[in-house]
């Protein structure tokens, strides 16, 4: 079967870095990518990683272990408009079917 | 267009019914995908367009669900014989270039679809 499991919710303080994780079992592997949805909108890509290790872009990151079926994403210097749900997805091979997780939402407080 | 459209943004019908949402994707983008999401859950996949033809359609949920994209641009999913649990959001996405790792999906507003 296919599977993608991240935390429900998350509540981290402005200015502060938070670590959202995201593990997964799927058939086979094409890539995995982090989306953001603000509440009542559509998502927006924010990474995409196919090889292990860290890619870096601002004040997001993500990090993928593919032989652990894992990944991070890491936002730092949070904001207030940070506070959205963060949607891990994978791609399969040998399609382009992509399967998300539920999401996390991450609330930030002042 | 500047990005993805959807219309209606909302659709309330009641059970039994036939509804069309549409998708106009991003000029350009040769891939197209539907998704359904429910409060509190990720997108889910329904079917995926290269060009004109539904190169996999393995999430539709059963045949009363049916998605076409004849001139390989504008999409409209169909549903028959409306149920209360096709209540959700309806989510369109397009792609540049599906067969290359690296691309990415931008998503429409989405219809939400609601069932009495």
């Known amino acids: 079967g296919q599977n993608i499991d991240q935390p429900t919710e998350m509540t981290a303080t402005e200015g502060a870095i938070v670590q959202i994780n995201c593990t997964y079992q799927?058939?086979?592997?094409?890539?995995l990518f982090w989306y953001q949805q603000h509440a009542g909108e559509a998502p927006t890509f924010l990474s995409y990683?196919?090889?292990?290790g860290l890619e870096e872009k601002g004040r997001f990151s993500s990090f993928l272990s593919r032989s652990k079926g894992y990944s991070y994403l890491l936002l730092k210097e949070l904001q207030m408009k940070d506070s959205a749900s963060y949607l891990c997805?994978?791609?399969?091979?040998?399609?382009?079917?992509?399967?998300f997780g539920a999401g996390t939402r991450l609330f930030v407080k002042a | 267009g500047a990005g993805v459209s959807q219309t209606p943004s909302n659709k309330v019908t009641e059970k039994g019914k036939y509804v069309e949402l549409r998708c106009d994707p991003i000029?350009?983008?040769?891939?197209l995908y539907w998704y359904r999401q429910s409060l509190g859950q990720g997108p889910e996949f329904l079917i995926y367009?290269?060009?004109?033809?539904?190169?996999?359609d393995s999430g539709l949920p059963n045949d009363r669900f049916f998605a076409v994209r004849p001139e390989g641009s504008v999409s409209t999913l169909k549903i028959q014989r409306t149920e209360r649990g096709d209540s959700a959001v309806y989510l369109c996405?397009?792609?540049?270039?599906?067969?290359?790792?690296?691309?990415?999906?931008?998503f429409g507003p989405g219809t939400r679809l609601t069932v009495l």
């Open positions: 799927t058939s086979g592997f094409n890539g």
């Open positions: 990683n196919v090889l292990d």
């Open positions: 997805a994978v791609r399969s091979t040998g399609g382009f079917k992509t399967i």
């Open positions: 996405a397009s792609s540049l270039v599906a067969a290359t790792s690296t691309d990415t999906q931008y």
């Open positions: 367009f290269q060009g004109t033809g539904a190169a996999d």
């Open positions: 000029s350009g983008h040769t891939a």
